[in-house]
């Protein structure tokens, strides 16, 4: 079974984003999380919209995504934020026994 996942969240505040890495971080719930600045369109409310963004690209272990979830949800300050998971598989297993001993 594969137990390793990817979770990608935008902000749009770049103190957000510092208070989720901190916190996801220092409570073990996430390996990594990376930060990427990112050129963003969408559509809301009929709507196009545009804006940078900052983009969070979170590993970690599935078990733990509803935890992750309370984190950013407490911390976002968007109406409908982006919270995609996606399966993490890997041939090495280094990489994966990384995240396994990085979070809790």
Known sequence: MNNYCMIE??????????NAQKEL???RLVA????????SVWR?????EAS???LMILKTKKELVKEIY?????IHSYDCFEF?????TSCNNDYL???ENETK
Request: aromatic fraction near 10%; proline fraction near 0%.
């Open 9 to 18: 969240v935008a902000f749009g505040n770049i103190d957000e984003v510092k």
């Open 25 to 27: 971080l220092e409570d």
């Open 70 to 74: 309370d984190v950013i949800k407490k």
């Open 52 to 54: 940078s963004e900052y």
């Open 84 to 88: 995609a998971v996606v399966d993490v």
């Open 44 to 48: 809301w409310k009929g709507e196009i």
């Open 97 to 99: 026994d990384w995240i």
């Open 32 to 39: 990594s999380c990376q930060i990427i600045n990112s050129d």
